[in-house]
């Protein structure tokens, strides 16, 4: 059985817009905690997240999948980025006093929950971001205008990030950086088709940090 299949205990959180849930790992002698997010329409049993999640807890960190509250509610169309944003920080900061006090915390997720811990990775205190699948430029629609690149959220951050983007992930390779490393794997947006690498990438990572 793998570590992130087993038994997690829950907790729900309250935020500005709603209670926010946390599933949450917990290791003997913890080196710090990784709390990440969801994408917009899925939810917190995505493989790339379970095989980020396996890698901590074989490095000793504690680890929380949280929920955003549009999530808990059962709706699937992610609400506006600063209500993402403000449960997020709401979220994290609970946890730091509770079941997570005393631990550095390491933020990210995958997709859009990738984008909310760079934006809020200087309010939250976080010691590193992982983004699993960033979504760096959104694909053009048919007759419509280039899409603006995300590049900007990943700049912003000013502690060490991880990238681990798909090869043919549809919303481009994101470029390495002084404190950005980029893990390129096979398959696409979705970080299905290697988890293996996708875990080996977190735990490498983990352990430099």
């Excluded at 790992?25 to 790339?48: E, N, R, S, T, Y």
């Amino acid at each position: 059985m793998s570590s992130s299949t087993r038994a997690a205990r829950t907790i729900d959180l309250e935020t500005p817009h709603g209670p926010a849930r946390a599933h949450l790992h917990q290791v003997a002698k913890p080196h710090g905690a990784v709390v990440l997010g969801h994408g917009a329409g899925g939810g917190v049993a995505a493989p790339d997240l379970l095989a980020a999640t396996d890698a901590a807890l074989t490095r000793r960190f504690a680890v929380a999948l949280v929920e955003q509250p549009y999530r808990v509610a059962g709706r699937r169309s992610p609400a506006p980025a600063h209500q993402l944003d403000a449960a997020w920080l709401a979220t994290v900061e609970q946890l730091a006093v509770g079941p997570l006090a005393g631990l550095s915390l390491v933020t990210g997720g995958r997709s859009s929950g990738a984008r909310v811990a760079c934006r809020t990775a200087a309010a939250s205190g976080a010691a590193g971001v992982i983004c699993l699948a960033f979504p760096l430029v959104p694909p053009r629609r048919a007759g419509g205008a280039a899409a603006a690149s995300r590049l900007p959220e990943l700049e912003s951050v000013k502690v060490p990030v991880l990238v681990v983007q798909g090869v043919n992930d549809r919303f481009g390779m994101p470029p390495p950086g002084r404190l950005r490393t980029v893990v390129q794997v096979r398959g696409d947006h979705s970080l299905r088709s290697d988890r293996a690498a996708v875990r080996d990438a977190v735990g490498d990572w983990l352990r430099s940090l």
